[in-house]
């Protein structure tokens, strides 16, 4: 019973140390002042009025959403068939997949930004599409293991071979059976890959910086001149989170569903 108590009184203080910050935060950005008192002395929604008057954040966000969402849909469009490829028809290339995933994750950002930095500066290349190029090799190892996942739990192999039997062609199987079958779960990977990417703030602003201003790097801006601003910033992109994480658990209950079923 002791034992029980003492964990129960550490998780309820490990969960106040987490998201007391949060809550914190989220107040300030509804504060109209909060210097001398314990709560704030009122509250308003000035400050998000303020922000999405303001010009520079909505092109900042639809930056931030054109980068990662461009990202996604080009991993999408290459890797994933790779993936399909090589783990339905060519398993024993498995182990150079798993080494790149190993690698993407042995490269630290201020590294690879300055790895960028010099391999293309001086090709002519926009240094954005550099950043594009880096942030769809940086998601590689979560749309990795989510395909290669979303295959392995429905016996990808073994269904299309299935429907191959019943008279399906083979783009038929693929289109009408399997994509279906492991949609769920890739775009869980999807989303993942967005929030992780919307997130990122390293890269993007040692290689391109305020010539292409995203929402961590507005972030960044407003924290010198107004923290209510730079509050309610904080806010929309935990709305926003919260809103991505709520889908992928959805969608990751509807996927063990279909696996169930």
């Known amino acids: 019973m002791k034992s029980k108590g003492a964990s129960n009184f550490f998780l309820f203080f490990l969960v106040l140390y987490l998201v007391l910050p949060i809550l ?8 109209t002042k909060w210097n001398s ?40 469009l290459f890797i994933v068939p790779a993936i399909f490829v090589i783990v339905l028809y060519f398993p024993k290339y498995e182990k ?13 950002g201020v590294i690879l930004a300055v790895g960028l930095i010099r391999t293309y500066s001086q090709l002519g290349i926009p240094m954005t599409l550099a950043v594009l190029g880096a942030y769809v090799i940086s998601i590689f190892p979560y749309i990795y293991q989510g395909t290669r996942n979303s295959l392995r739990n429905i016996n990808a192999k073994q269904l299309l071979d299935a429907a191959e039997l019943l008279g399906a062609s083979k783009f038929q199987a693929f289109s009408k059976v399997l994509l279906p079958a492991v949609y769920p779960g890739l775009f869980v990977g999807a989303l993942l890959s967005f929030s992780i990417l919307f997130g990122e703030f390293v890269i993007i602003n ?6 292409f201003e995203t929402v961590q790097i507005y972030l960044m801006a407003k924290l010198s001149t107004s923290g209510h601003v730079a509050s309610a910033v904080v806010f929309v992109y935990l709305v926003l989170m919260g809103i991505l994480t709520l889908a992928i658990s959805l969608l990751t209950k509807q996927s063990k569903g279909l696996v169930k079923s």
């Open 96 to 108: 150079w997949m798993q080494t790149i995933v190993v690698l993407v994750y042995a490269f630290p």
């Open 206 to 211: 040692l290689v391109v910086g305020s010539r």
């Open 37 to 76: 008192t314990v709560l704030p002395e009122g509250l308003t929604f000035q400050w998000l009025k303020v922000l999405f008057q303001d010009p520079a954040f909505i092109q900042a966000f639809g930056r931030s959403v054109l980068l990662s969402g461009g990202a996604v849909i080009l991993a999408f």
């Open 24 to 31: 914190a935060t989220t107040l300030y950005a509804f504060a």
